[in-house]
C-alpha cells in the first residue's frame, strides 16, 4: 500500500517529499464538502503532485484561480509544464511562512496531509499565513489521517486528531467529514476563534 505522511521530525523546519493521497482520498466527498464556486480563489498548500489543483480547476472555472504550492521545486516544474494554459498557477513556497501570494485573496486554503510534520513554530507560522490570505469568509480545510493503528501511515504520536487541530489553531471549526476508510477532512471558517466573540460559544 502506498504510504502516505512524513517521518522526518528532527530540525525546526520539515519539508517532506511524501507521496500522493490520491488513491487512498474520497475525492468526491472531499469535493462536495468544500462547495467550491466559480470565480474562487482556491489554494492547495503542500499540492504534492497537484492532483486535487486539478480536480478544483473546473470548479472554479475561467474567472477563478487555483494556487499549487510546494516547497518541492522539481515537482513544482513537473507540475508546471503540465497545467500550462490552465487556471491553475504552480509556485514553489513554503506556508508556514508569508508567501508571494495577495492578503485576502483566497477562498480556500486546502492543505492535504502536510500538517502532522508541522513543528510548532512552523503550525504558528501556518496560522499567520492562512489568516493573512483569506478573504473574511474563507475556508480553511485540512486533511488528515485517523489518530488510531491503521495498515500504513505515520507513527500514532505524530498523528493529529481533529480534537487536535482545533485546539492547534485559532480559526472557527465547523465539519469534520470522512474523507477515506483512514482520512477525515476538518474545516475551519475564517470568522473569530474560541474565547473571541459570541460565535465561539457551544464550539
Ligand atoms: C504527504 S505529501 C501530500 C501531497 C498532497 N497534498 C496529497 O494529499 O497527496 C506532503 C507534501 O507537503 C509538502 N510540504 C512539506 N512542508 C511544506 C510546507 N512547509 N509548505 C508547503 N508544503 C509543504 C511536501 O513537499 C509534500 O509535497
Redesign the pocket.
Known amino acids: 500500500m502506498e504510504y502516505?505522511?512524513?517521518e522526518k521530525r528532527d530540525g525546526e523546519?520539515?519539508?517532506?517529499?511524501?507521496?500522493?493521497?490520491?488513491s487512498l482520498?474520497d475525492k468526491r466527498a472531499i469535493l462536495s464538502a468544500l462547495a467550491i464556486e466559480l470565480g474562487q480563489a482556491v489554494l492547495?498548500?503542500?499540492?504534492?503532485?497537484g492532483?486535487?489543483s486539478k480536480a478544483f480547476s473546473p470548479l472554479v472555472g475561467d474567472r477563478g484561480r487555483v494556487y499549487a504550492?510546494?516547497?518541492?521545486e522539481t515537482?513544482i516544474a513537473v507540475l508546471r509544464e503540465e497545467i500550462k494554459g490552465t487556471n491553475i498557477v504552480a509556485m514553489v513556497?513554503?506556508?508556514?511562512?508569508t508567501t508571494h501570494l495577495p492578503a485576502s485573496a483566497i477562498d480556500l486554503v486546502y492543505?492535504?496531509?502536510?500538517f502532522h510534520?508541522?513543528s510548532p513554530g512552523?503550525i504558528e507560522g501556518?496560522e499567520a499565513e492562512v489568516k493573512r490570505l483569506l478573504t473574511p469568509s474563507g475556508k480553511l480545510a485540512i486533511?488528515e489521517i485517523v489518530k488510531h493503528a491503521t495498515p500504513f501511515g505515520p507513527p500514532l504520536d505524530m498523528r493529529v486528531s481533529p480534537a487536535d487541530l482545533k485546539e492547534a489553531l485559532r480559526l472557527t471549526p465547523s465539519d469534520t467529514v470522512e474523507v477515506g476508510e483512514y482520512f477525515y477532512m476538518q474545516l475551519f471558517e475564517n470568522r473569530q476563534g474560541r474565547g473571541y466573540g459570541l460565535s465561539s460559544i457551544g464550539k
Not at 13 to 22: K, L, T, Y
Not at 69 to 72: E, F, G, I, K
Not at 93 to 97: A, F, L, M, P, V
Open positions: 502516505v505522511g512524513c523546519r520539515r519539508h517532506h517529499r511524501g507521496r500522493s493521497s490520491e482520498l492547495d498548500a503542500g499540492c504534492g503532485n492532483y486535487m504550492l510546494d516547497p518541492d515537482g513556497g513554503d506556508i508556514t511562512t492543505l492535504s496531509t502536510v510534520i508541522f512552523q501556518f486533511v
